[in-house]
Nanobody, 121 residues
Framework: VQLQASGGGLVQAGGSLRLSCAAS????????MAWFRQAPGKEREIVAA???????YYADSVKGRFTISRDNAKNTQYLQMNSLKTEDTARYYC????????????????WGQGTQVTVSS
C-alpha cells in the first residue's frame, strides 16, 4: 500500500478532526500531496493540496477552516479540519502525484483507500 489514510470518524458540527496520510518514500518524494473527498451521489472533488516545497491550494468551501501540511522527513501529510459542517461529510482520499493542476484528479498517480468523515448536526 503506497498511501494509507487515517483519522476519520464521527464528529459534531463545529468540531475538529485531523487526517493523516502515510506514504512510501518513493511515492512521497517530490510529489504534490492532496486530499480529495467524495460524498454519496457526488463527484470526487479537491479539498486541498500541497507541493513538495510547501505551496498550498484550498477549495473555496474549506478556506479558513482546513489546513494542509506535510512532514517530508516522515513521508506524511496531514489535514487539520476545524469548524466542521455537515456538508463536509464524505469519504476523504489521500492522493499523490506530479501534477500541473491541483484540481485535476486524473493527474494524481497514487491514491489511498480513503477514510470516512461524518459530521452530525
Amino acid at each position: 500500500v503506497q498511501l494509507q489514510a487515517s483519522g476519520g470518524g464521527l464528529v459534531q458540527a463545529g468540531g475538529s478532526l485531523r487526517l493523516s496520510c502515510a506514504a512510501s518514500a518513493r511515492t512521497f518524494s517530490a510529489s504534490t500531496m492532496a486530499w480529495f473527498r467524495q460524498a454519496p451521489g457526488k463527484e470526487r472533488e479537491i479539498v486541498a493540496a500541497i507541493t513538495w516545497g510547501g505551496t498550498t491550494y484550498y477549495a473555496d468551501s474549506v478556506k479558513g477552516r482546513f489546513t494542509i501540511s506535510r512532514d517530508n522527513a516522515k513521508n506524511t501529510q496531514y489535514l487539520q479540519m476545524n469548524s466542521l459542517k455537515t456538508e463536509d461529510t464524505a469519504r476523504y482520499y489521500c492522493a499523490a502525484g506530479r501534477v500541473l493542476t491541483f484540481r485535476d484528479r486524473s493527474e494524481y498517480q497514487h491514491w489511498g483507500q480513503g477514510t470516512q468523515v461524518t459530521v452530525s448536526s
